[in-house]
T-cell receptor, first 114, second 110 residues
């Protein structure tokens, strides 16, 4: 596809369930970023990858959050034992490479934990 | 803790005037700087990026960077109602981690 895609676009889950959010970056983009965005706030960095290697996961809130990108393309952000405070828009962005490259955002996944 | 600071606004500017949006950052080693526009309910959209000190112009938009003052700004000339949005400043550090500010809400008054 031409842009970054994310699925599902909307996810409603019950507290305590695990969820997996998927990101498919622009073809050929080396770097992939995950953000969380609360209403009225800027995107909050979670983690990023170059190829399949996770470069920085310092933004992951706690050990219930994990991410992988096993083949250097599609990435999955997994949240285990979801809590209501995890409800947010989760955004993925990709860029051509490391260094001074601009990044392009996907449409986001709106997660609601009930 | 690396920080990117923006005035949350709202900033109200008459149609046709110049809108000036400002951003400061804490990491002196930051490499590149981005301005995104985000309409309500939509994803951030890149509008400008700048790496070197000085001005960079693209149509009605001018980005200005002053690394000594750790300051980056965005000027929008001939503001249009369609420019009403939240403008996000983002900064990439030497570790390639990109940090966003909270955004400034801009409202162009018809």
């Amino acid at each position: 596809g031409a842009g970054v895609s994310q699925s599902p676009r909307y996810k409603v889950t019950k507290r305590g369930q695990d969820v997996a959010l998927r990101c498919d970056p622009i073809s050929g983009h080396v770097s992939l970023y995950w953000y969380r965005q609360a209403l009225g706030q800027g995107p909050e960095f979670l983690t990023y990858f170059n190829y399949e290697a996770q470069q920085d996961k310092s933004g992951l809130p706690n050990d219930r959050f994990s991410a992988e990108r096993p083949e250097g393309s599609i990435s999955t952000l997994t949240i285990q034992r979801t809590e209501q405070r995890d409800s947010a828009m989760y955004r993925c962005a990709s860029s051509l490479g490391a260094g001074s490259y601009e990044q392009y955002f996907g449409p986001g996944t709106r997660l609601t934990v009930t | 803790q690396k920080e990117v600071e923006q005035n949350s606004g709202p900033l109200s500017v008459p149609e046709g005037a110049i809108a000036s949006l400002n951003c400061t950052y804490s990491d002196r080693g930051s490499q590149s700087f981005f301005w995104y526009r985000q309409y309500s309910g939509k994803s951030p959209e890149l509008i400008m990026f700048i790496y070197s000190n000085g001005d960079k112009e693209d149509g009605r938009f001018t980005a200005q960077l002053n690394k000594a003052s750790q300051y980056v700004s965005l000027l929008i000339r001939d503001s249009q109602p369609s420019d009403s949005a939240t403008y996000l400043c983002a900064v990439r550090g030497r570790d390639d981690k990109i940090i966003f500010g909270k955004g400034t809400r801009l409202h162009i008054l018809p």
